[in-house]
Structure formats: structure tokens, C-alpha cells
């Protein structure tokens, strides 16, 4: 059975760092895509970054880039996002994703498995 499980949100100041991690299980992660993607109160959930099955292509949103980073050990199974200089508008709930391929994207309709979240607070 195909699981993922968030870990690694809390709260913090503006400018702070956090890192999320992500447990996979029932599949390897090198054979697919995956991605943290987020949602804050009354808005859409929007993809934040995205790695591929090997971990040799990142895509990342407009609005993180230069401050977070993915990526993924696949010996442990686990995909990361390090999250550094932190905003108020980086709030929300961040949900770990994996697609039936290979690719990377930051398009949430193309990931069928989801973990369950984990909320992200930051404070001005």
C-alpha cells in the first residue's frame, strides 16, 4: 500500500528556515516523480517544487526559488524540502505528492498519491 507521510512543519519567524520531510513507502521513490505542494486559507493548492524519479530534474515555483530546495534520498525513501528566508505568504498546509511517472511538474492533477500535510506557520 502506497503511504506518504509528512513530517517537519511548525512555526516560525519570518526570515527562519524549516525542512520538511517526507516517508514513502509501498514504492520507490526512484520511480517516480514527486513534489510538496501547499495550500493556504481560501486559496487553491498550488505546486511548490517537484523532483523526478532519479532526482536529476527540480522545477520549482516563481515564488520560492533561490529560497527552498528539493530533494530526495532513495535509499531512505524519503523526499525533502528545505525551507530557508522564509515568508508570511509561505503559510499553509504543505502536502508531499507522488505521480504514476517518472517526470517532474508542479501540476497537482498529474499526482494521484498524497500524504496528509503538515502546516506551515510564519509569523512577521
Known amino acids: 500500500q502506497v503511504q506518504l507521510v509528512e513530517s517537519g512543519g511548525g512555526s516560525v519567524q519570518a526570515g527562519g528556515s524549516l525542512t520538511l520531510s517526507c516517508a514513502a513507502s509501498g514504492f520507490g521513490s526512484s520511480s517516480f516523480g514527486m513534489g510538496w505542494f501547499r495550500q493556504a486559507p481560501g486559496k487553491e493548492r498550488e505546486g511548490v517544487a517537484s523532483?523526478?524519479?532519479?532526482?536529476?530534474?527540480?522545477r520549482y515555483a516563481d515564488s520560492v526559488k533561490g529560497r527552498f530546495t528539493i530533494s530526495k534520498d532513495i535509499a531512505k525513501n524519503t523526499l525533502y524540502l528545505q525551507m530557508n528566508s522564509l515568508k508570511p505568504e509561505d503559510t499553509g498546509i504543505y502536502y508531499c505528492?507522488?505521480?504514476?511517472?517518472?517526470?517532474?511538474?508542479?501540476?497537482?492533477?498529474?499526482?494521484?498519491?498524497w500524504g496528509q500535510g503538515t502546516q506551515v506557520t510564519v509569523s512577521s
Open positions: 523532483i523526478n524519479g532519479f532526482g536529476a530534474d527540480t
Open positions: 505528492a507522488a505521480r504514476g511517472g517518472m517526470a517532474s511538474s508542479l501540476r497537482a492533477g498529474v499526482f494521484n498519491r
